[in-house]
């Protein structure tokens, strides 16, 4: 009896799971980039900025979707999408900014 009931609330721990936001767009992936700023680095950071990353990001098909700071914005986690992990390298390039580690992240958790 226990593993009839174990069975059902595994399977809807997979559905849980599996229930995974939508990939990027056709041939692009999902990537999160961990960067190490300076003391105050990120300061500037305001809309005339951001609309250049942007442009940059553009020219080689790349597209910054969120970015999380620590709480002395000396670390970022930032995910991007883009067609391979050498233009997302490039586009940091571009923009001057630091790259400590790419990681691809092609699945997405939801907590729903």
């Not at 490039?90 to 400590?100: G, S």
Request: with cysteine.
């Amino acid at each position: 009896m226990k593993n009839l009931i174990a069975f059902p609330a595994a399977l809807l721990a997979m559905q849980a799971f599996g229930a995974d936001a939508p990939a990027p767009g056709p041939g692009l992936h999902r990537y999160m980039i961990e960067r190490t700023f300076p003391a105050r680095a990120l300061d500037g950071l305001d809309a005339a900025t951001k609309q250049v990353v942007n442009h940059n990001n553009a020219s080689v098909g790349v597209r910054w979707v969120q970015s999380f700071a620590n709480s002395d914005r000396t670390r970022t986690y930032c995910i991007y999408e883009g067609p391979s992990e050498a233009a997302v390298r490039k586009a940091a390039e571009l923009n001057k900014l630091p790259v400590d580690k790419i990681t691809e992240v092609p699945v997405v958790l939801l907590p729903q």
